[in-house]
């Protein structure tokens, strides 16, 4: 995809293999700007697939995990995503 910036996913119940699907493509992805993931409870594993997407990725700006039940492990896994994000 080389034109998709916003992409609006909430209450899709895409669980933990969507999230982790997502968590490979943001990896890549070099257009999303606005990700919207509310309500799709992929828990921790999806939570650290995105982790891991988020040290790379370069031109996401805003994404909405609300109510994902990423819990603790899967929230470091973002936070240390982040953290290693030079962007």
């Known amino acids: 995809n080389k034109t998709l910036t916003t992409l609006n996913l909430r ?5 933990a293999e969507g999230g982790r699907a997502i968590g490979a493509a943001l990896a ?10 509310i309500g799709n409870d992929f828990g ?8 891991v997407a ?3 990725n370069s031109t996401l ?8 039940t990423i819990g ?8 240390e995503g ?4 030079a962007t």
Do not use: Q
């Open 11 to 15: 209450y899709t119940s895409i669980g």
């Open 28 to 37: 890549t992805n070099a257009t999303l700007k606005t990700l919207n993931l």
């Open 44 to 51: 921790v594993e999806g939570g650290r697939a995105i982790g």
């Open 54 to 56: 988020l040290a790379t």
């Open 61 to 68: 700006r805003m994404l909405d995990l609300c109510g994902n």
């Open 72 to 79: 603790d492990e899967g929230a470091r896994a973002i936070g």
């Open 82 to 85: 982040l953290a290693k994000n």
